[in-house]
């Protein structure tokens, strides 16, 4: 892993849970070549980890705030919060939890 590897965590909040979310966010995370996982939270967030090039941690994350969508998101996505994080090796692939 070098040094041009980031790690952050998002929190989506809005209508993602039960409407197919989580899916699209790792879709889109695995075509900017990113690993780690989409899962929801016990408050009705999603939780989506991103690993990766800090450019493609950028993308996901504006995918994730764009309003209205050009990548038909499901659901409604009112606000994203992200936190850096250390960057994980042996992180490998992405996942919906």
């Given amino acids: 892993m070098g040094s041009e590897t ?9 209508s993602v849970q039960g409407v197919g979310f989580r899916w699209w966010p790792r879709a889109r ?19 989506v980890v991103a690993q990766g090039s800090p450019a493609a941690v ?8 764009e309003d209205p969508s050009t990548t038909r998101r499901p659901g409604h996505v009112e606000s994203v919060v992200g936190q850096q ?13």
């Fill in 6 to 14: 980031v790690r952050v965590t998002m929190f989506v909040r809005g």
């Fill in 29 to 47: 995370a695995l075509e900017l070549g990113l690993v780690g996982h989409a899962r929801n939270t016990a408050d009705g967030r999603v939780e």
């Fill in 58 to 65: 950028e993308r996901l994350e504006a995918l994730l705030r």
């Fill in 85 to 97: 994080g250390v960057p994980r090796d042996g992180t490998s692939g992405f996942v919906e939890r």
